[in-house]
């Protein structure tokens, strides 16, 4: 099997990152956005799909952190498209259902080259340490959309939002652990009838 790693950098008036993924890693992070809740969320995202990631992130954090959020989605999800390469192999789905103390939140998930996000999951505070919730949704939506995921993320539960966001990421990276993992019984075949999951 061929290496499944890959490397993007994208670079705008607003950003500067570069992102590294090895999807056959051991869970390993270098994170550095300048946004910390951000980059404890992506740490936990490595840490649980066992998908090294090494992210860089430079931006316009004297406006917001909007870019900055947005667009660590937009690369991420690029580089774990481009490890990907062909999907040959591939399990393709995957689901969690993530509980943390009195949250719970169910992901699911579909490799299927047509990116999607349904994203139930609602907050009662506008902020997290610094970073404003109503960002989690278009880091969500930025990565979905760059990885070719059909993405459902659902809040069932939870009224700390530490915690409920916390399972989104952990929910995320069990599933993206399920999916991305080479199925020995597809001997190398494409996980679809149309024999491409480019869309």
């Known amino acids: 099997m061929s290496k499944r790693k890959a490397t993007i950098t994208r670079t705008t008036r607003e950003t500067d990152i570069t992102a590294s993924v090895d999807l056959d890693g051991t869970g390993t992070a270098e994170i550095a956005t300048g946004i910390g809740f951000l980059d404890h969320m992506l740490e936990q995202l490595a840490r649980h799909s066992l998908i090294d990631i090494a992210l860089e992130a430079k931006g316009d954090l004297h406006v917001d952190m909007h870019h900055t959020t ?6 991420l999800g690029q580089a774990l498209a481009k490890a990907l390469g062909a999907r040959e192999g591939i399990a393709r789905y995957g689901a969690a ?30 902020k997290i340490g ?11 939506q930025a990565f979905a959309q760059n990885a070719g995921l059909t993405l459902h993320v659902d809040s069932l539960a939870g009224e700390n939002n530490h915690h409920i966001i916390e399972t989104c ?23 679809s009838t149309k024999g491409s999951l480019s869309g």
Not at 130 to 140: A, G, N, P, S, Y
């Open 70 to 75: 947005e667009d660590s989605g937009i690369v």
């Open 97 to 126: 259902l993530l509980p943390m103390d009195e949250a719970l939140t169910r992901v699911a998930l579909d490799i299927s080259g047509r990116p999607y996000l349904v994203w139930n999951v609602a907050f009662d505070r506008p």
């Open 169 to 191: 990421f952990k929910g995320l990276a069990r599933a993206l652990r399920q999916a991305v993992a080479i199925d020995a019984r597809q001997k190398g075949r494409v996980p």
């Open 130 to 140: 610094d970073m404003d919730t109503e960002l989690f949704r278009e880091w969500f």
